[in-house]
């Protein structure tokens, strides 16, 4: 029969006293008694935390090795969990109880100085970011770091070269004239946003801004109905839109329209068009609904959607709103179609009234069309200070190139 044995607990032990289990870091060892253990412990007995501090090193023939119980590189087990070692004593049989704690030995190479760096403060995170991959990274990591790097040093060669060449540039031209350039460029840009289609090499008046490219023929003949009901408005239905405002333009051309004839029709259809556009600049946001009310034809509605206005995406919902820049392609296509329907001459200032800009703004919109403005005649009456002087503009041939203002406008100060 096997002989039984008991558990001894040794009570309460001090911290000298623990058990030493070694744990090799590179395998294991085959012949563990020719290793010659050595422990070292702190001479600070006072200090709480380093009384503790232990030191393990095993030497052999070959090599040594050393394990600690506090730094980078002890074992992080030994303060989340307790461990204990049984001896058996064969003469008892009784099992004693022991603490214990782990060390990982690591093999230490004869020469090798262990010094630890102080850390270099001037890196970044992405510096040293990138030092981890270049010791630990994979392959791919390590590509992609060689790649960015490559890229970073071809990217500062491209700015170097840049400023060297704009640098050069400048001391020819001269600041003032690239500053001119730049300003006739920008214009350019923002004419060809909101400008209608323009052939400026065109021989007539009336073909610069082609009526076609504005009101195409099928849209025209879908205004029929529209154009007949408008300029069938008596006297005092257009008294009523004058004093409701907005659309004092179309007022005014409805009041001197021909009698009859062709002429008459194409005013009628172009006033309605006209006074859908002036009501749309009036907007923020637009529903699918509008136009109808004034028998405003499918084809024209999603016209009028699909050129001046701009999707967005309110409360999860798409909504077409006017925003600055459609208004001043309003106010662009507005002056052009004014155009065919006086003669090649607009009034300004009924129509930046009807669209609820400046008048500044207007006058910079018949400048970019490259009108002739028409200064107002000046009256010696009395009573010339109480008249309504309105600015006016033309279609000459060959158009105006206005030159840009490079000095903006000092704002007054509030006081």
Known sequence: MAASCSLVCCGEERDIDKAVVVRFSNGSVKNADRLDFTMLKNTDDNN???????????ESDRLSYVG???GTGSLKCNNLCKYYVGVLNKQTMQMELHNAELFNMQPVIPGEKISAKPQDTTQTYRDKVDSLIEAFGTNKQKRALSSRR?????????????????????????????????????????LSLHLPPCNAEA?????????????????????????????ALTPEELQKMRDDGGCLSV???????????????KIARCAFYLSLLLKLARQKSITRKFGQEEG?????????????????????????????????????????????????????????RDLGITEARM???????????????????????????????????????????????????MH
């Open 48 to 58: 709480p935390r380093k009384r503790s501090r232990r030191i393990l090193v095993a």
């Open 251 to 265: 007022v005014k051309h409805l009041e001197n329209m021909p009698t009859e004839g062709e002429a008459r029709d």
């Open 296 to 352: 405003c034809p499918r084809i024209l509605q999603s016209k009028v959607f699909r050129t001046f206005t701009v999707e967005t995406f309110n409360n999860g919902r798409v909504q077409n709103i006017v925003s600055a820049s459609m208004r001043a392609k309003l106010a662009a296509y507005s002056v052009a179609l004014l155009l065919h329907m006086g003669h090649m001459t607009v009034d300004l200032t009924l129509l930046h």
């Open 363 to 413: 006058i910079e919109v018949a400048k970019s069309m490259g009108l002739t403005l028409i200064r107002p005649a000046r009256v010696k009456s009395e009573d010339a200070g109480l008249r309504d002087e309105h600015r006016q503009a033309s279609l000459v041939l060959p158009l105006v190139k206005y030159d840009q203002f490079m000095e903006r406008r000092k704002r007054k100060k």
């Open 150 to 190: 490559l890229n970073q040093v071809g990217s500062d060669t491209l700015h170097q070269a840049v400023a060297k060449a704009a640098n050069t540039v400048i001391d020819q031209k001269g600041l003032e004239a690239l500053q001119q350039e730049v300003a006739e460029t920008e214009s350019q840009g923002e």
């Open 203 to 231: 021989d007539k008046p009336e073909n610069v801004y082609p009526f076609d490219d504005l009101l195409i023929p099928l849209e025209f003949d879908a205004l029929e109905q529209a154009g007949s009901k408008i300029a």
């Open 68 to 70: 600690n119980n506090f």
